[in-house]
């Protein structure tokens, strides 16, 4: 996504003084700002060398390695948040993934392009080609993403792994994030893109403490 | 002396090097005790008012204490003068560098070498097995006599990278951060075995002498050359040696005979003479013998992320090689998983290259960018200017 607008959105959520895993962190952007902006304790896993060199520049603490196979050595409950952007289609095993982020972390912010999106409906309807839209930019033949879902699949993966969706947004380019209901028919087709702000359903995370926010979006 | 005179003298020491000479015992992991200890070291750049800015570079197995600028032995340039030096990512015009011989070396740092205090005599085997712990005790040592209390970092690569993670498991709070580079947290069964090779050469060559070779005036030559000739080997990548030598010949045709016909061989050979003029057979014994023994989770019944349990506040950074063979990335993954186990704050990278494990000390932009980056960053959260 160009400018990376689930960013702002990340910033927002996220507790001041808290302990953060971004997983596929680049070359370091969110994490900086969130130490930055909230004085956050940020930790990075990246895959590539290239953005494991660029976050040591930045001063970030950043190990290479892949989420499919590297969360299981974090020990549970060892972040406060846990932040997935626009990487969860692109791992091998997103369903290990993400019971594994809610393991090491009270919270997932998991941000992903909704397959939904009417106008990815559209260009494989009437155009039947592989869809190419502001939130999936990629063509087929390049796109890292193997795992793509819609809203309304993603919000099923959460119930069946006992997850509880905290609050949603939709993203578009350029707007506010949008709060919305993921389980409402319609949000399977507005949003370009999602994001979702999870906890375990079974295990009590702590309470909303001071500055952190509870109208989570808008 | 007085303390305050001692310690003018050691931090004036410079690439010229000094001696710290210790009367107080060391006692050993094996229970033995070294009677005295001295500890031969070079330094680079200053010592800031605070003692803040304090490096200590741990060397590999065969090095020594010049890290940087000329040897004087040799007349090459330092070991790791494309990293230690002013500018460079260990950067002397702003950290004060130290590098140590280590204990068991043959630089000027008590080893087999020297002589026993309490015979008069060459310790030779007398010599009690050393490990990289002790190594770390001698270290120790001299950072108290230089008056530091805590190191802004330890930074070393191969043995160098086993020692910094012993300083994170024994002296967590003398460290403010932690470079590991091509390491391990423990000797693998195949690195036993191709060190098991070279003291079998050493010991197998007539003029070893049961370790007393000195009182004969002779050096079991032929038995260290072979030793180091079976370790370069482990030191480069397979595509490196193909690359360099391929199957070139030394002259234009095969001899029918057992002359260094490949280049290959005649380059091993070379390597294993000049090796014999700067380093000591049996420091070469001892030293692999205390890097066989290294088993950073052996104290903690066998979980590695308990040896870094104290060292939560230490900024780690671990570095790897994408061909090295010797200490396979997969160790060091080894090292960053137990780290984030322990909660500690970790960096890690896999450099992506064909040198092998000797790319630590070549030219290897991608390191060096990293490191500098890393050593930065650390320093303004050190509050370093």
Redesign the interface.
Known sequence: MSGREDFREILRLVRPGSRVLDVGCGEGELLELLAREKGVDGRGLEISPEGVSACMARGLAVVQGDADSDLDYFPARAFDYAVLSQTLPQVRQPRHVLAELLRIAERAIVSLPNFGHWRVRLDLLVGGRMPLTHALPTPWWATGNIHLCTVRDFTELCDDLDLRIEACAALANGRPARPIDPKHPLENWRPESALFLLSRANGAPRPASAGERTDLFG | MSDGETMGGLLEAGAAGATLTSAAPLRLDSGAVIPSLEVAFCTYGRLNADRSNAVLVCHPLTLDQHASARHPKTGKDGWWARVVGPGRPLDTDRYFVICSNVLAGCSGTTGPSSIDPTSGEVYGMSFPVVTVADMVRAQAVLLDALGIDQLFAVVGGSMGGMQALQWASDYPERLFSAVVIGAAPRHSAQNIAFHEVGRQAIMADPDWRAGDYAKAGVRPEKGLAVARMAAHITYLSEAALQRKFGRELQRDGLSWGFDADFQVESYLRHQGQVFVDRFDANSYLYITRALDYFDLAAAHEGNLAQAFRRARDV?F?VFSFSSDWLYPTAES?QI??AL??A?A????????TDKGHDAFFLEEP?LH??L???M???A??RGLT
Not at chain 2, 345 to 352: G, H, L, M, T
Request: contains cysteine.
């Open positions: 900024r950074c993954r960053v998983r984030n186990a909660g704050r970790a960096s890690f990278v896999e450099i992506e991608a960018a990293a500098e980056g890393f930065t960053s650390a303004v959260a």
